[in-house]
């Protein structure tokens, strides 16, 4: 009786009874938001990007992977009013000086490896900005069918140098940060 039993749960696992199949969950890009913070000495500014397209992997209800495109050409000023400074900045920020978003018109975030830690996860993902690609490592969150993230990107990682202060001499109040910081909510 219990070599018929073992035969069984051994049968079980080697055709995969108990193995879930990875499930990829779409992102509704119009129900999330990205809001980005830049600062600078004087200041800061803030703003949004939209979200191209996203996708979660899911192993029943453990994140285990995904990948996120951004569409860079949707930069957005949101601290300053149309004739007030906002197109410009919005121009600037898409010049090569920043984002070269007629080159570079979208950048990614590709999940590499996912860790359950605490009621979220530890994410390492690639980010690629302006072509180049940087490992980073973030803390997600997923409750129900949302996912967010804070996370802080170091602009001159991405060859993105402008008014910085850690490449140019006597920038006194003209220097900007060379963080920016990104505040995520999706919806799946």
């Known amino acids: 009786m219990k070599t018929k039993l073992f035969t069984a749960i051994l049968a079980l696992i080697v055709t995969g009874a108990f193995a879930t199949n990875p499930i990829k969950k779409e992102v509704k890009v119009k129900e999330g938001t990205i809001t980005w913070t830049g600062k600078k000495v004087t200041g800061s500014h803030t703003g949004t990007i939209e979200l191209q397209e996203g996708t979660l992997i899911m192993e029943g209800n453990e ?9 860079m050409t949707s930069i957005q000023v ?7 400074g906002k197109e410009k900045l919005e121009g600037h920020l898409k010049t090569d ?3 070269g978003v ?4 979208t950048a990614t975030f590709v999940i590499t490896e996912v860790a359950k830690s605490g009621n979220g996860y530890s994410v390492v993902g690639n980010m690629t900005i302006k072509g180049i690609t940087q490992s980073m490592k973030i803390r997600m969150s997923i409750n129900g069918n949302s996912a967010s ?3 802080t990107v170091d602009r001159t990682k ?3 140098t402008y008014g910085s202060g850690s490449f140019f001499d006597n920038l006194k109040d003209k ?5 920016f910081e990104l505040a995520i909510n999706l919806k799946f």
């Open 97 to 99: 000086e920043f984002f």
């Open 158 to 160: 991405y060859g993105i």
């Open 63 to 71: 994140l285990v992977g995904g990948s996120f495109t951004v569409n």
């Open 78 to 84: 949101t601290d300053l009013e149309a004739g007030k």
């Open 175 to 179: 220097a900007i940060n060379d963080n």
């Open 102 to 105: 007629n080159n570079f018109p």
């Open 149 to 151: 993230t804070n996370l």
